[in-house]
């Protein structure tokens, strides 16, 4: 890295390195990795449901009570709680992988994790938008907060509705969805609700 570095960019010039430059010394690690994604993906799902388990059961398997007991389970609960955002977090990739790629890839995410987390991998397409130069950072761009600009008790309610997503993604597919056929629904409720023209819309 260092050789192809001080061949594509002087030593007195360096000031001007360019983005293309620095692109181009890593272009060859840009690719993704099919087998890198599977190898990551299974282990960080399988290890956060073996730890889950392990969560659920830890009083049967160990014979621990009181304190010990429960430290155990705050530290599996953290240790959970990390794995499964891991495997979330997929998503992203999914997202930003090349269209007709990666196909086994995306069915198995959603089979193991999408579907199961009430996360299936379409309901992040808008996220491209947040990627648009016309959007992004700005009052359009729908994953930008000005949250320096806010009083302090605004940013307290906007880390609390994190508490209520699970139950709003329940509400959502388990209610709100199979009953998603009125016009009324279709009308007003299209980002709630998954619509087909509100991804083309937006």
């Known amino acids: 890295m260092s050789a192809s570095f001080s061949n594509s960019v002087p030593a007195d010039d360096i000031s001007r390195f360019s983005i293309v430059q620095a692109k181009g010394l890593v272009k060859d690690l ?20 073996a730890a889950f388990g392990i969560l659920l059961h830890i009083e049967q398997l160990t014979g621990w009570s009181g304190e010990v007991l429960w430290a155990s389970r705050l530290l599996l609960f953290g240790v959970v709680s ?13 997202i930003h992988l090349p269209r007709g790629e990666f196909r086994g890839f995306r069915i ?16 992040y397409y ?44 329940f509400l959502r597919f388990a209610v709100m969805s199979p009953n998603y056929g009125g016009q009324w629904e279709r009308d007003t409720m299209p980002c709630i609700i998954y619509s087909p023209a509100y991804r083309i819309t937006i």
């Open 82 to 94: 990390i794995l499964y955002m891991r495997a979330a977090m997929f998503i992203h990739e999914l």
């Open 126 to 169: 808008p996220h491209i938008d947040h990627h648009r130069r016309k959007h992004y950072g700005t009052e359009r761009d729908g994953e930008y907060l000005a949250l320096s600009h806010w009083h302090p008790a605004n940013i307290l309610v906007f880390l609390a509705a994190a508490l209520i997503v699970p139950l709003a993604t």
């Open 30 to 49: 840009s690719k993704p990795v099919a087998v890198f994604y599977w190898i990551d993906f299974i282990a960080t799902i399988v290890l956060g449901h």
């Open 108 to 123: 198995a995410w959603n089979l193991l994790c999408g579907i199961p987390f009430l996360i299936p991998s379409f309901v």
